[in-house]
């Protein structure tokens, strides 16, 4: 999720980008999983082109319902083989899934639980709006991130123990 993972990745059209989604949208329909893409903001091509970007998306984000851990290979397989794998490479952080097609378009797979599929494409929409409020709660020991609203809890000089951080989930 940002589309640089990978070197020398190329950017997609909103045809291109439209393509693709429908070709994993076409494999996630078949095999029954709750899935969708974070929205993006509608001027997205106009701001992109104005910072110097001829093509809007950096990659194509997938947020897949799924909670049973072991399918999620499987998942990654039918998908990368339905969108053309580039290289073969598949790339794991956490619950995300990376992997290029054939274009080197880089497709992101992030698995989640079906309770957080909701919130998680909310949060991951609108290109930075969720980095841009989690900076602005940060001052306030607040954190925001895909596991929602955060309390960030520090206690300092325990005798014996030292600075102890902890977070508290709030939503």
Same mark, same amino acid.
């Not at 929205?39 to 998306?57: F, L, M, T």
């Not at 919130?119 to 980095?131: I, M, P, T």
């Given at each position: ?10 950017? $997609? ?23 969708? #893409? ?8 106009? /701001? ?24 999620? #290979?499987?998942? /990654? +397989? ?24 054939? +274009? ?6 992030? #698995? ?6 909701? #919130? $998680? ?28 609203? /955060?309390?960030? $809890? ?6 014996? /123990? ?10």
């Amino acid at each position: 999720m940002g589309g640089d993972a990978f070197p020398s990745t190329q950017r $997609l059209s909103e045809e291109e980008y439209a393509t693709k989604c429908e070709e994993v949208r076409l494999v996630l329909d078949k095999i029954g999983v709750s899935f969708g #893409f974070p929205v993006e903001v509608a001027d997205k091509a106009e /701001v992109c082109k104005e910072r110097g970007k001829d093509k809007p998306y950096g990659d194509v984000d997938v947020i897949i319902a799924l909670d049973e851990k072991k399918n999620r #290979f499987a998942i /990654v +397989e039918l998908v990368k083989n339905a969108v053309g794998l580039d290289d073969g490479k598949i790339l794991k952080n956490d619950t995300i899934y990376s992997f290029l097609s054939k +274009e080197r378009f880089q497709v992101d797979l992030m #698995f989640c639980e079906a309770e957080n599929l909701e #919130f $998680l494409l909310a949060f991951e929409s609108n290109n930075d709006f969720g980095a841009l409020l989690g900076h602005l709660l940060t001052p306030l020991k607040l954190k925001w991130s895909n596991l929602g609203l /955060v309390l960030k $809890l520090e206690t300092e000089e325990v005798p014996g /123990v030292g600075t102890s951080k902890d977070e508290a989930v709030l939503t």
